[in-house]
């Protein structure tokens, strides 16, 4: 029985790093050269932007926020979207990894916000066909710890004026909380078992 695999993972900091293994300028030992032409960026980049961690910062330069990022702070979620060997290898025969390309941006765009998706690349020279793509956690709505703590006004207790609920904040933690992290899996495989790609959801973060 075939499966689907969904893997996220945050990632604080500069994605130089990580963009140079997604767009092959290092080229990983498990990747076949020969291959490597086939890989292809899904996304188109807003103009002026040429790589991937640029697309990334683009997004937070013009995403509104008005506090400062801090350091350690996660600027973007990478995501891996594939399937079961076998399963993804009749998909690239059958020539519809177009269409399963179309589907996982769909789902990817629902999930996150089309905004937010800011690169997908499809690899072909590795030995299962996958997508990695990068999301910028960028969030409205009053902060998940704040309604958490939230307690009832008190007389005479000094106000101070909330902040607007439609600002956009930089927030890995809300968009990756367990209860999130469960109905990704589970949109994800009920998705991927309408096309049947497989039968079984195997997430991991």
């Known amino acids: 029985m075939g499966y689907v695999v969904l893997h996220l993972d945050k990632a604080p900091g500069n994605e130089a790093r990580m963009t140079a293994h997604i767009e092959r300028t290092q080229m990983p030992a498990n990747a076949d050269p020969s291959r490597t032409h086939l890989n292809r960026e899904l996304i188109a980049f807003p103009e002026g932007v040429a790589d991937r961690t640029e697309a990334i910062n683009y997004r937070l330069e013009h995403a509104g926020l008005t506090r400062k990022i ?10 891996m979207l594939t399937g079961s060997h076998d399963d993804m290898k009749r998909i690239e025969a059958e020539g519809k990894l177009d269409q399963w390309c179309a589907d996982n941006l769909a789902w990817l765009n629902k999930t996150f916000g089309a905004d937010n998706v ?13 997508i990695h793509a990068a999301v910028v956690p960028i969030v409205t709505g009053e902060r998940r710890k704040v309604r958490e703590k939230r307690e009832p006004d008190k007389p005479g207790k000094k106000k101070y004026r909330k902040k607007s609920p439609d600002a956009a904040r930089l927030c890995a933690d809300d968009v990756m909380t367990r209860v999130k992290l469960k109905s990704y899996q589970d949109t994800y495989a009920e998705r991927s078992e309408e096309r049947r790609v497989g039968k079984e959801c195997r997430s991991r973060w």
Not at 70 to 79: A, F, L, M, S, Y
Not at 119 to 129: F, G, K, M, R, Y
């Open 70 to 79: 801090g350091t350690n702070q996660v600027r973007v979620i990478r995501v």
């Open 118 to 130: 800011v690169s997908a690349v499809l690899h072909l020279d590795e030995s299962t066909p996958h």
